[in-house]
């Protein structure tokens, strides 16, 4: 940080930042970020920063010019401060010598990944970067998000909306494409603007995140999609004669007027308001719609049904998101880390056991391994999601419905998972956690897998240029202190906590 009463010119910040030993560069670039990029925007200094960055470039070693592409980068991406124009034009003279600079080889991770970052900032020199060596040894998801990076708006052939974790990833069929055309075909071209703006992020976010954590850690482990999906279907047992929602009639509550609810052909009836809702492929509709679930005419149960979508989320979507949130780039968890610790940590009394948006359930199907499928109910607010889940699980109901109303009595439920999800809802997490700790009964666990946010201001802002429907204006993670808050506050007791990277995984219990 800057000390407040002494002046300090960008010219002493960047004399101490070429001074440093290349080990020992964390707090003199910090300080340089401070004084050039307060907040996302360019401060008065930066310009004077910058030209004396670029004319001593070619003369640093690769730690400290694996750092200035960082500074650079961020500084193209801003879109407001004092001389702007001045400084974006002073970063794009030097772009020769940074592709110079950009060695062939995906190990020289000290400069290889911050100066790819810093080169996808120049689609006007689309063509010299594909053509250069850096681009050949590129793993397929970075190539994929460079080639993105680089591209322009087509408006009339414009395609949007599929960005994360890479275009590449994205093999959509005649149908997909179809059902994109469909709603790209709609928007006007503001919309249509900010949709490429909002990916185009998304992609410089991915880039910057895993160049910035390359450059203080080391070279990322490269992404191998999973095969997760070959589990599909893997059902440990088939609904059971009395329905599937019958068994769990006693812990079952209206969402409305917690009424109990019973099975009453193809629904669930309130006994206390009389309302309706339906139930179709194992899916019963909290939602309010009160229409059943069809597959035949929903479309995005089609999609849901199809390999490259129904199992995107487990083979391409998810690994990535971990990789980013929490800084999981060396790939220290994995799912069978993950696995081990739902089956050490997950200890339900007696009642059911929910899993909170359980997406496509995958691990879903683990609790069902521990505990039983009888036992479990699924709930998520993602019908695509949940027609997968139903797919791997059919002896497993599940919930169309929201996390911040709990459709379960008081102290009915034996445990309750929430794995990778909270930060999916972050508006409604404090109350879902608060429901959990309605709902569960004395001794029951929680068990939870979240994100924090990251103490470093450089690698909050990579994650916040990730943009998803439930994140449109940006990424939102959680800051820790809230989350063991929301925890206390439900009355539940912390008796595990882990915090590799920026993971959250914590197990509380609720108290007798």
Same mark, same amino acid.
């Given at each position: 940080?800057?000390?407040?009463?002494?002046?300090?010119?960008?010219? #002493?910040?960047?004399?101490?930042? /070429?001074?440093?030993?290349?080990?020992?560069?964390?707090?003199?670039?910090?300080?340089?970020?401070?004084?050039?990029?307060?907040?996302?925007?360019?401060?008065?200094?930066?310009?004077?920063?910058?030209?004396?960055?670029?004319?001593?470039?070619?003369?640093?070693?690769?730690?400290?010019?694996?750092?200035?592409?960082?500074?650079?980068?961020?500084?193209?991406?801003?879109?407001?401060?004092?001389?702007?124009?001045?400084?974006?034009?002073?970063?794009? #003279?030097?772009? #020769?010598?940074?592709?110079?600079?950009?060695?062939?080889?995906?190990?020289?991770? !000290?400069?290889?990944?911050?100066?790819?970052?810093?080169?996808?900032?120049? =689609?006007?020199?689309?063509?010299?970067?594909?053509?250069?060596?850096?681009?050949?040894? %590129?793993?397929?998801?970075?190539?994929?998000?460079?080639?993105?990076?680089?591209?322009?708006?087509?408006?009339?052939?414009?395609?949007?909306?599929?960005?994360?974790?890479? =275009?590449?990833?994205?093999?959509?069929?005649? #149908?997909?494409?179809?059902?994109?055309?469909?709603?790209?075909?709609?928007?006007?071209?503001?919309?249509?603007?900010?949709?490429?703006?909002?990916? !185009?992020?998304?992609?410089?976010?991915?880039?910057?995140?895993?160049?910035?954590?390359? $450059?203080?850690?080391?070279?990322?482990?490269?992404?191998?999609?999973?095969?997760?999906?070959?589990?599909?279907?893997? /059902?440990?047992?088939?609904?059971?004669?009395?329905?599937?929602?019958?068994?769990?009639?006693?812990?079952?509550?209206?969402?409305?007027?917690?009424?109990?609810?019973?099975?009453?052909?193809?629904?669930?009836?309130?006994?206390?308001?009389?309302?309706?809702?339906?139930?179709?492929?194992?899916? %019963?509709?909290?939602?309010?719609?009160?229409?059943?679930?069809?597959?035949?005419?929903?479309?995005?149960?089609? $999609?849901?049904?199809?390999?490259?979508?129904?199992?995107?989320? +487990?083979?391409?979507?998810?690994?990535?998101?971990?990789?980013?949130?929490?800084?999981?780039?060396?790939?220290?968890?994995?799912?069978?880390?993950?696995?081990?610790?739902?089956? +050490?940590?997950?200890?339900?009394?007696?009642?059911?056991?929910?899993? %909170?948006?359980?997406?496509?359930?995958?691990?879903?199907?683990?609790?069902? +391994?521990?505990?039983? /499928?009888?036992?479990?109910?699924?709930?998520?607010?993602?019908?695509?999601?949940?027609?997968?889940?139903?797919?791997?699980?059919?002896?497993? =109901?599940?919930?169309?419905?929201?996390?911040?109303?709990?459709?379960?009595?008081?102290?009915?439920?034996?445990?309750?998972?929430?794995?990778?999800?909270?930060?999916?809802?972050?508006?409604?997490?404090?109350?879902?956690?608060?429901?959990?700790?309605?709902?569960?009964?004395?001794?029951?666990?929680?068990? $939870?897998?979240?994100?924090?946010?990251?103490?470093?201001?450089?690698?909050?802002?990579?994650?916040?240029?990730?943009?998803?429907?439930?994140?449109?204006?940006?990424?939102?993670?959680?800051?820790?202190?809230?989350?063991?808050?929301?925890?206390?506050?439900?009355?539940?007791?912390?008796?595990?906590?882990?915090?590799?990277?920026?993971?959250?995984?914590? !197990?509380?219990?609720?108290?007798?």
């Amino acid at each position: 940080m800057l000390r407040p009463g002494i002046i300090v010119t960008p010219g #002493d910040l960047v004399d101490g930042f /070429a001074a440093a030993a290349p080990d020992d560069l964390a707090e003199p670039f910090a300080r340089l970020v401070e004084a050039t990029w307060a907040g996302g925007q360019v401060t008065a200094g930066a310009l004077s920063a910058v030209r004396r960055l670029g004319a001593r470039f070619a003369g640093l070693d690769p730690h400290h010019q694996g750092h200035v592409a960082i500074l650079f980068g961020l500084l193209l991406e801003a879109r407001r401060g004092d001389g702007l124009d001045a400084v974006h034009t002073v970063i794009a #003279d030097g772009f #020769d010598q940074y592709l110079r600079a950009w060695p062939a080889d995906r190990d020289a991770d !000290t400069l290889f990944f911050p100066l790819l970052y810093l080169l996808a900032h120049f =689609p006007g020199r689309r063509a010299e970067v594909l053509a250069a060596p850096g681009t050949g040894v %590129l793993d397929r998801d970075d190539r994929s998000r460079l080639d993105r990076a680089l591209a322009s708006l087509d408006e009339k052939n414009p395609d949007v909306g599929r960005a994360f974790p890479y =275009p590449a990833a994205w093999e959509l069929n005649e #149908d997909e494409r179809d059902f994109d055309r469909a709603w790209i075909d709609r928007l006007g071209p503001q919309e249509l603007q900010a949709h490429w703006d909002n990916d !185009t992020e998304t992609v410089l976010g991915h880039l910057g995140a895993k160049a910035y954590w390359a $450059l203080l850690h080391g070279s990322p482990v490269p992404f191998v999609p999973t095969a997760e999906a070959a589990r599909a279907g893997d /059902a440990p047992g088939r609904p059971a004669p009395g329905g599937l929602f019958g068994r769990h009639a006693e812990a079952l509550r209206c969402p409305h007027c917690h009424g109990r609810m019973s099975e009453s052909g193809d629904a669930m009836v309130c006994a206390g308001c009389a309302r309706s809702f339906p139930v179709a492929e194992g899916i %019963l509709n909290l939602t309010g719609t009160g229409a059943p679930v069809d597959r035949s005419q929903d479309f995005l149960f089609k $999609l849901a049904e199809m390999p490259t979508m129904g199992y995107f989320y +487990e083979t391409y979507a998810r690994p990535n998101f971990l990789r980013l949130c929490g800084a999981n780039w060396n790939a220290g968890i994995t799912p069978a880390v993950e696995d081990a610790y739902i089956a +050490e940590q997950v200890r339900p009394v007696d009642g059911p056991v929910l899993d %909170l948006a359980a997406g496509a359930g995958r691990w879903t199907s683990v609790l069902a +391994e521990h505990v039983g /499928a009888d036992r479990l109910i699924a709930l998520d607010l993602g019908l695509p999601m949940l027609a997968a889940l139903r797919e791997r699980l059919p002896a497993v =109901p599940a919930v169309l419905g929201g996390a911040d109303v709990l459709p379960f009595g008081d102290a009915t439920l034996g445990a309750v998972m929430c794995w990778n999800a909270l930060q999916a809802f972050p508006a409604q997490a404090p109350a879902a956690i608060r429901e959990v700790g309605r709902c569960l009964r004395p001794g029951g666990t929680f068990t $939870l897998l979240t994100f924090r946010n990251s103490p470093d201001p450089v690698y909050r802002y990579f994650v916040g240029r990730h943009h998803f429907p439930q994140h449109a204006a940006g990424l939102h993670l959680f800051d820790y202190d809230d989350i063991l808050r929301w925890i206390a506050d439900a009355g539940l007791t912390i008796q595990d906590e882990r915090t590799p990277g920026m993971f959250v995984i914590m !197990t509380a219990v609720r108290a007798g």
